[in-house]
C-alpha cells in the first residue's frame, strides 16, 4: 500500500485539491492489527486506492496525531479505518478487522457514493460553456426560442428530478449509514466479547496459577508435617525404649534382689529344721534342730520321749532310715526346714528300704500288732493323756522356752473356727485329736477377743 508520508494537514489539502477520497488508518499492537495489515496489502485493494487516487494515511493509537485526529473523529476501536470526503464528513467508517472481500467491497461503495457527491455538486453549479447570443435574425430567433410556458416546465422537471435524486441519495446514504452503524455495532459487540473472553480466560489462568501454587504450598505443609510427625515418632520410640531398657533394667535389678533376698531367707529357712514326728501312740512331736544336726539328735530325742527304740521313716517319698542315715545331717537328708516323721517301735535296719515295697510292707506287718498294742494298754493302764499334759504341747528339754513358745504359736489356728486336725494312727484305726486347750488358745479361737494374732 502506498501511504502518504507528509503530515495530515498536506494530506487533507492534497485530498481537497484533487478532490479524492481521504482515508484514515489507526493501528496497534495487536493481532487484528496484523491481520488488518494483510489486508491493506492486498494487490486488489493496491490498485482500487490507485484508481480512485485516495490520499491514505495510517497513524498510530497512541501517538500525538492520533489523539488530534480523535478530537474530531472519535477513535473507539483499534484497528479502524476512516473514509472521508472532499466536505470533511466521513462517508465510511470501519472498526476492528475486515476479510479481503469485504473489505474490497467497502471500499467500492465509498468510491462509488464519493464520485455521486461529486457530480451532484457539479451538476448544481452553472455551466461554463459559450451561451448563444442574440440573433440578428428576429426571426430565427422566434422560430428557435420554445414558448415561455414549455421552458418554465422543463425548468420544474428538472427541478423535481434533481429533488428525487437528492431525496434518493439521502435516504441510499441514510440506509448504508444506518447499516454502517448496526455494523460497526455488531463488530464493538464482537470486540467486547472477545475482550470479555479474553479477560474470562486472563482470570480462569490466573485462578488455575494461584490453585496450583495453593497445592504446591498444601503439599509442601504437608511434607513438613510429615517429616514432623516422623521425627516425634523416632524421637517419642528412642525415649519409650530408653524407659523401657530403664525400667527393665530397674526389674532386673529388683528380681536380683528379691532373689538375693530369698536366698538368704532360703539359706536361713535351712539353717534350722523344724520336725514333726508322729509317735506309735497317735501324738505328735515337734521339735526344732538345727539343719547340721545329725538324724541321732531326732532318733534320741525320740526314743528317749517314747522309752524303747523307734525306726523313723518318711510318707513322701516313702523312705525307711536305718543306722547307715543316722550319722547324716538333716540338711543332706533333705529334712529341713521342715519335715514330718513316722516313729514305728524297732530298732533301725542296717539296710536302707526305700521305694514302694519296703515301707509299706513293714507297717502294713505292724498295724495290727501296734492296734492290739494300744488296746491292751488302754484297757489295762488307762490312757496316760488323761493325767499327763500333751506331748507336743510340753516343750522338750533341748528348747529353751523362747523356741516351745514360738513354736506353738506357729501351731495355732488362724481362724477362730478352724477345726482341730485329725490325728492319723496307724493303720486303718482313726481318732480325733485332744480337743482341750490352754486359756491362751480359748482366747485366740474366740471370734470376739481382741487377742487374735
Known sequence: MNWFNGSIPDAI??????????????????????????VWNDPEVVNLCNDGGCVAIKMAANSNDCAHFSQIYPVVVVPSTYFIGVNGAPIEVTAGHKDTPDFIQVLKNV???????LGTAQSNLPT????????????????????LEERVQKVKEKLEQKKAEKERLEKEKEKQGEAERRKLGRDLQKLKEFQKEREMKETVDQLKKEKAEEKRQRDKIKEQIARDREERAARFKKETEKQQQVQEEKKQAQLAARQKQSSEEEAKKMETARIQVRLPD????????????????????????VGSDVTLSTVYPKRTFTTDDLSQTLLSLNLAPSAVLIAVPGKPSVISKQGNNGGGILALFFAPFLFLWNMIRVFLFGDKRSSQPKREDTPDATETPDESQSTRRRDRPQTAYQRRPISRGDGNVRRLADMRDDDDENATWNGNSTQQM
Open 13 to 38: 489539502q492534497r485530498s481537497k485539491q484533487q478532490k479524492v477520497v481521504f482515508i484514515v488508518y489507526v493501528y496497534g499492537q495487536n493481532d487484528l492489527t496484523n491481520e488488518m495489515d494483510k
Open 282 to 305: 497317735g501324738t505328735s512331736l515337734l521339735n526344732s534342730f538345727p539343719s547340721s544336726d545329725t538324724l541321732q539328735c531326732v532318733h534320741s530325742v525320740v526314743s528317749q520321749h
Open 128 to 147: 461554463g460553456g459559450a451561451q448563444p447570443g442574440p440573433s440578428t435574425d428576429p426571426k430565427a430567433n422566434t422560430e428557435d426560442k420554445p414558448p
Open 111 to 117: 468510491l462509488k457514493l464519493h464520485n455521486d457527491q
